[in-house]
């Protein structure tokens, strides 16, 4: 049965206002926000597609950014309750939550999951990232990649945006990928990938 959206979202943010909001942030960090202006409206669906609200358990997702993504689950139809964000800019964690209220917004640290989190803060259905990962070493992908698949049930996906060609962190031992979507309506073009735990 297809999903409706269980709330009403806010809608007070402009596009303009958006988009100056991130370049705020883009400023203010620009190896933490690491794009050129917020996800489109496509890549937003593109990515929310990727995970399923029948599944049990809550949806985990690293850098919100200005809320984009957190708007299109909730629109795939996970109720605001069932989504934890972790932000590092006070500012992106403001505008998170006054557009999409009832989220569970953390400022907090993704790359430190364990101290940002509690323990029993697991078993997702799925953890959606934002983080620009091209932008940090590849051990802290990894890393970062690992310890988010600690945080789900099993198989469950973190699903990750970038605009490389290739993926942010190859299949190793430990998980696989795999390209979920291309992009073209997204400055710049996106692709979509899907990690799982192997």
């Known amino acids: 049965m297809p999903h409706k959206a269980a709330v009403k979202i806010s809608t007070r943010t402009s596009p303009l206002a958006e988009h100056f909001e991130f370049l705020r942030g883009l400023i203010a960090s620009p190896k933490g926000v690491g794009a050129i202006a917020p996800s489109s409206a496509a890549l937003a669906r593109a990515i929310a597609l990727q995970a399923d609200p029948d599944q049990p358990g809550d949806v985990l ?13 909730i629109a795939r139809g996970f109720r605001p309750e069932r989504i934890t964000a972790i932000e590092y800019d006070p500012e992106f964690v403001r505008r998170v939550r006054e557009r999409c209220p009832g989220v569970h917004v953390i400022e907090g640290d993704a790359f430190a999951l364990d101290r940002t989190l509690r323990p029993e803060d697991s078993g997702c259905c799925a953890v959606i990232s934002g983080i620009p990962l091209l932008n940090w070493p590849q051990e802290r992908r990894q890393a970062l990649i690992e310890a988010a698949l600690d945080r789900v049930r099993p198989h469950a996906p973190f699903i990750q945006f970038s605009y490389g060609l290739t993926p942010p962190m190859p299949a190793t031992d430990r998980f696989e990928v795999r390209r979920a979507a291309v992009i073209w309506a997204n400055l710049p073009p996106a692709r979509v990938w899907v990690y799982r735990s192997r």
């Not at 919100?64 to 993504?69: E, H, L, R």
Request: glycine share 24%; proline share 8%; net charge negative.
């Open 61 to 73: 997702e690293l850098g919100p950014g200005t809320g984009v993504v957190t708007e299109a689950l």
